[in-house]
């Protein structure tokens, strides 16, 4: 699978996990979310999920879901030498 095709996977994913709790959530609420406040869940928490996804991927030993290295891009920007350790 193409870069663009594991990005959309992973993006779905986290889509259907913020639309699956929101189904948890109507499942036992006493009233429905309206059009609106859906839009805004789905519009805050999916970045939000993203963000948590990729940082359990890149500093725990979290399963990385479709997770390509990264591309190089057409202009790439090397990575930064480290500084010396000083003794």
Aim: glycine share 8%; proline share 11%.
């Amino acid at each position: 699978m193409n870069d663009a095709g594991r990005r959309a996977t992973r993006t779905f994913v986290q889509v259907g996990l913020v639309l699956g709790v929101m189904q948890l959530y109507n499942a036992f609420a006493a009233t429905d979310l309206s059009a609106d406040q859906v839009a805004g869940i789905i519009a805050v928490a999916t970045p939000l999920v993203g963000f948590i996804q990729n940082l359990l991927e890149d500093n725990t030993p979290f399963p990385a879901l479709l997770k390509g290295p990264a591309s190089s891009g057409v202009n790439p920007i090397p990575a930064p030498e480290p500084p010396p350790i000083r003794a």
